[in-house]
């Protein structure tokens, strides 16, 4: 169900990227619901597609900022794409948000996604996870940046059938008791407050600052 139509899918949707529309429409949907003053966290922003979705639906929400953590070379099953070593992603990334109009509303943040969580220190509403898609990648970073999703916000994983954030969804979110309001398309998840007690159905907008 697509509770948030904005006028330039179509052009969000022609961004390079694995993303599909209705995947982006739904990211969109989601940060429009996460409150200005939470942190919305993408890891893994290639050229931009789901930032560009992601921060088009906050800007027609709440208007959360958008961190847009990538080190912009590529995941290991990219490198073969690129015949220049020095190649990096960043400049069409950072053209697609001014080409959208969302540089003030995007923060690229330039680093390994563990590590910069570990200098991490802002509340997220919304924890998007689509960088390095191995096993052991998906589960480092989840284990990062759930703790500072707040009660109420929400986790996705992009890419949930593939072998590693399948597992990762499988054994740390879906039976941990501390994650409910499972939906699909991509996976999504919020945080409960109290076992048992895990929201209502249609994901309600996160608890915390307007
Ligand atoms: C599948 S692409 C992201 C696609 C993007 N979300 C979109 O919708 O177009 C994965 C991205 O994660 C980045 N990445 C992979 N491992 C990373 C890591 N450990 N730290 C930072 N970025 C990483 C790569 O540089 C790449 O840009």
Redesign the pocket.
Known sequence: MTLLSLPNEGDLDA?????GLDE?RRLAYLASIVPRGLAIV??????????C?LASGSRAGRGAPVYA????????E?RHLFTDPAY??FPE?AANVERFGLADIVVPVT??????AEAWDKDVGLL?I????EYE?VR??FLAWSPFVVAGGGVVF??DSADGPRRVIEEFVLHSGAWGDFAHGPFSARKVTVAGRGGTPGHPAPTGPA
């Not at 953590?69 to 290991?76: E, N």
């Open positions: 961004i390079e990227g694995w993303l982006g993408e890891l893994g922003s290639w050229k931009g597609k789901s930032t979705w953590v990538d080190h912009w070379q590529g995941s290991p990219h990096t992603t990334f680093g390994k996604t563990v590590a910069v998007f689509d960088a390095a898609h990648a480092a970073d992009h890419d």
